[in-house]
């Protein structure tokens, strides 16, 4: 992570391990899908997607994130790189023609 950083990468919000450890999740600004798309191809991961459509506690948000195996410093690990996106905000952006 700290290459990422050191490279000019957004840094995280926060990292998390769970408990079975077995995904390293960097989660990055909500409503920042652009960081997802710059760590995602620092980190060789796939395209990032949107996920479905979530109820938070406030309003609903889509999960925006990248997966693979290239977790640095953790071969074969799981890593997991998202942003929360409030869906109000990306139906405005697409009703825009932004996406």
Known sequence: MLAGVAAGLPI????WIPSNNTVFT???ADNDPASVDSWA??????TPAYGSTMRGPRRPFRSYEAK????????GWLVDVQSFCDVAELEAQQAGGVQ
């Open 68 to 75: 693979g195996r290239n977790c640095p410093g953790m071969p």
């Open 41 to 46: 191809a620092f980190l060789g991961l796939e």
């Open 26 to 28: 960097v989660h990055l």
């Open 12 to 15: 995280p919000d926060e990292t």
